[in-house]
């Protein structure tokens, strides 16, 4: 069922249409996002393109706006 799912996301996309996608499965994100906004604790924490996209890149964002939130 992804399989056909992705394949409809990349359809819409090479018709120039966004598409939003909420999912808490790394590899998804960082095989079809173009952009991904960072959530943590209800917050967007960070934005990245798909450039600067990897799983550490993620982790850096959260760890700190978690210490950002400890510290206000």
């Not at 095989?31 to 960070?46: F, K, P, Q, S, W």
């Not at 450039?51 to 978690?66: G, L, N």
């Amino acid at each position: 069922a992804k399989f056909e799912i992705y394949q409809l996301i990349l359809e819409l996309a090479k018709k120039d249409k966004g598409i939003i996608i909420i999912s808490s499965e790394m590899p998804e994100l960082l095989g079809i996002c173009d952009r991904t906004y960072v959530l943590n604790e209800g917050e967007i924490a960070g934005e990245l393109s798909k450039e600067e996209m990897d799983q550490e890149a993620i982790m850096k964002i959260i760890m700190a706006h978690s210490a950002r939130r400890e510290t206000a």
